[in-house]
């Protein structure tokens, strides 16, 4: 909220004086606690010991009276008799109608001991009478209160002055929402802005319609939707198309990520989700986007007996759904949120009434994207010779937000260059940089140490292009980058299904890089990590939720719905385990032997090329077909399967080995 939080500078010298007073009336009263049991109580009084008195005083019988005041103290009264004696003579001179000295006691039972005993030997009448009194300081009492309270409001003004929450508000307004808010002036993204996306475009311009014109539906009953979400991986536009959506109706737009409504202390994510839609309401019609919806709608119940801070969210997620409730279906306000995991969410968050309408967001095809590029190279100088189709197809499995962060990358690549336009050159070290991160041309690498990486790396390369499972490799590089030292670069064919020899053919050509090793120089290094890490992972995929594994049979292990804890409730039995375990061990130790043979039979290739790697550092695909000859025929049972939906497999865009 942009709500003014400190307005009129003015008075600002006035309100400065004011808190000086303030200041001097603390220290003052300080000052005064302070000192007055100096000046009042023992003033003027000596002070002594027990022992002294014992001696000097009472021994002289020289005390008129003594009296204790508050258990504490005793006030001793010289007799009138002995003012002009020398030895009492400056105390009187001080305090002439007494008393004249004063000593502090422990404990009124240890002073009468004490007195008795001194005075063993003096009948009852010659000893000295002691009064007790108790002096109320009552006026201290509550000044000491009046001081806690000021020194209390003084701090903690201080504390919310020097230390404001997010966005400028308090520390201790932790119950209000933060959403950010934009207002429909500033609103400025528009579905031309939004590339691809046809059908989740076409959806939401319903809402858009909606917002803008909301009698047409209501006249003829029509309830508009409250809440809409949408699914779809990180980086494919759901922000973005949810501000367009906002920016096409003109209207406010609320944006908050759900992770914000849980906070660690109990009660904020509910009182956060009511100020929302209290803010909300006030600026009706408009748009409140929840991003990360996941954070608060997972499902109920789940993992409980793990974590018992679910509780928090949960009461979150009630008072989400309480308010979506709560208001009408056509007062204006429409929720849009945004989840990558739309299975994990709670079934009473998707019921109708709720959130019912669902948009999924795929990531872009091929002319998608090449129109996504065409969107983020607007404002960039381009070199004539930019070909968007090209780009479009280099970058398969890339998201809208891969996409413009390679616009954007190379416009700083060229500009580093001092270059007057950006070329092809500049966006292929885009691609290679986002990808596989920065060339890190200072790391220091040995020359036994860059050996083995051109063999690891050459090893990858000659069986991945032997495989016809593998997708084609399209360059191969051993230069460090990121945290990996080297890297193969393939070219993911948009393909929804995969067959088992693909998978196999995978395997082999990942556990290559390792195999190279072990064959060249007989021994294996640390570099095969992250080979190591998605073969493990691959196999288990393969055998637990595919049922590619003739033993385990055609069953699947995968939870769709999220709702089991698989590392306390295996959803099979312990020997079942067991023969996961043997028949994913068998798997990777299968396709390292073939890589291992593969390798073998071609060591001329791969020597070839691991000296060229050497030499050279990057092998583009056009020289690998000089060194490898041209690549086999690929027949490997491919199935064309367009129609069938995602989530088998990701797509491998990533660099395939740590070296
Ligand atoms: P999400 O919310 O799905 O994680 P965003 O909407 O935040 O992703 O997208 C991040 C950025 O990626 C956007 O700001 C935009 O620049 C770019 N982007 C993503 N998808 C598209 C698209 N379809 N058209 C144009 N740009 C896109």
Redesign the pocket.
């Known amino acids: 909220m942009k709500k003014e939080q400190n307005p009129a500078p003015k008075g600002k010298s006035g309100k400065r004086t004011f808190r000086w007073a303030w200041l001097w009336i603390y220290g003052g009263m300080l000052l005064y606690l302070v000192l007055s049991p100096l000046l009042t109580g023992s003033g003027g009084v000596t002070e002594i010991t027990w022992q002294q008195f014992a001696v000097k005083i009472l021994s002289r019988k020289a005390a008129a009276k003594l009296q204790v005041i508050n258990k504490e103290r005793v006030e001793v009264y010289i007799k009138k008799s002995f003012a002009t004696d020398t030895a009492f003579k400056p105390a009187f001179s001080r305090a002439d109608g007494g008393p004249q000295y004063m000593f502090t006691i422990g404990s009124i039972e240890g002073f009468e001991r004490n007195l008795d005993e001194a005075e063993k030997n003096i009948p009852m009448n010659d000893r000295v009478p002691v009064s007790y009194t108790e002096e109320s300081s009552w006026w201290r009492g509550i000044l000491g209160w009046i001081l806690t309270f000021a020194i209390i409001y003084f701090v903690m003004g201080f504390l919310l002055r020097r230390f404001p929450g997010e966005g400028g508000k308090s520390v201790f307004s932790f119950g209000r929402s933060n959403a950010t808010l934009i207002e429909k002036e500033h609103s400025t993204v528009t579905f031309a802005?939004?590339?691809?996306?046809e059908e989740a475009k076409a959806e939401v311009l319903e809402i858009v319609d909606f917002l803008k014109k909301p009698d047409t539906f209501t006249r003829l009953g029509a309830k508009i939707p409250k809440g809409v979400i949408l699914i779809?991986p990180?980086?494919?536009?759901?922000?973005?198309?949810a501000k367009a959506v906002a920016g096409e109706a003109q209207v406010p737009f609320f944006s908050i990520s759900g992770s914000a409504f849980v906070e660690m202390f109990v009660g904020v994510g509910a009182s956060r989700v009511r100020d929302l839609f209290q803010q909300a309401k006030e600026k009706v019609p408009c748009i409140i986007f929840i991003?990360e919806i996941d954070a608060i709608g997972r499902t109920r119940g789940r993992g409980a007996f793990l974590n018992s801070g679910n509780d928090e969210r949960e009461s979150t997620l009630n008072q989400l759904l309480t308010e979506m409730d709560g208001f009408g279906t056509n007062t204006g306000v429409i929720v849009l949120a945004?989840t990558n995991r739309a299975d994990m969410l709670d079934t009473a968050l998707v019921r109708p009434g709720r959130f019912d309408r669902h948009i999924y967001?795929e990531l872009?095809n091929r002319s998608?994207r090449a129109a996504?590029f065409s969107?983020?190279m607007q404002g960039l100088k381009l070199d004539k010779t930019i070909d968007v189709a090209l780009l479009a197809a280099e970058t398969p499995g890339f998201?809208?937000?891969d996409?413009?962060n390679i616009c954007n990358e190379a416009a700083l690549i060229a500009a580093r260059r001092k270059a007057t336009a950006i070329v092809k050159s500049d966006f292929s070290e885009a691609i290679d940089r986002v990808v596989a991160g920065l060339e890190k041309k200072s790391k220091i690498i040995s020359a036994e140490e860059k050996r083995v990486i051109a063999y690891h790396e050459a090893g990858h390369a000659v069986v991945s292009w032997l495989l016809p499972g593998v997708d084609a490799l399209v360059k191969v590089s051993i230069v460090p980058r990121g945290k990996s030292l080297g890297a193969a670069w393939y070219l993911p064919e948009e393909k929804q299904l995969r067959n088992e020899s693909a998978f196999r053919d995978h395997l082999c050509a990942t556990l290559a890089g390792r195999a190279a090793e072990e064959l060249v120089f007989g021994e294996v290094s640390s570099g095969a990590l992250d080979d190591l890490e998605k073969v493990t992972q691959e196999a288990y995929t393969m055998v637990v939720y595919y049922g590619f594994d003739k033993k385990i049979g055609p069953v699947s292990y995968y939870d769709s719905t999220g709702q089991r804890e698989t590392a306390i409730q295996k959803p099979y039995s312990d020997a079942t385990g067991e023969l996961i375990d043997k028949q994913i061990r068998a798997l990777v130790a299968d396709a390292y032997s073939a890589a291992k043979a593969l390798l073998a039979e071609n060591r001329g290739a791969l020597e070839k090329l691991a000296e060229c790697l050497l030499k050279q550092e990057v092998i583009e695909k056009d020289q690998l077909e000089d060194i490898l000859g041209k690549r086999p025929a690929l027949e490997a049972g491919k199935v064309q399967l367009t129609t069938v939906k995602q989530e088998l497999y990701e797509p491998a865009t990533e660099p395939s080995a740590n070296i």
């Open positions: 802005d939004v590339a691809g996306l779809g990180p980086g494919t536009g759901k922000t973005l198309l991003d945004a967001l872009p998608e996504i969107v983020h998201s809208g937000a996409i413009a």
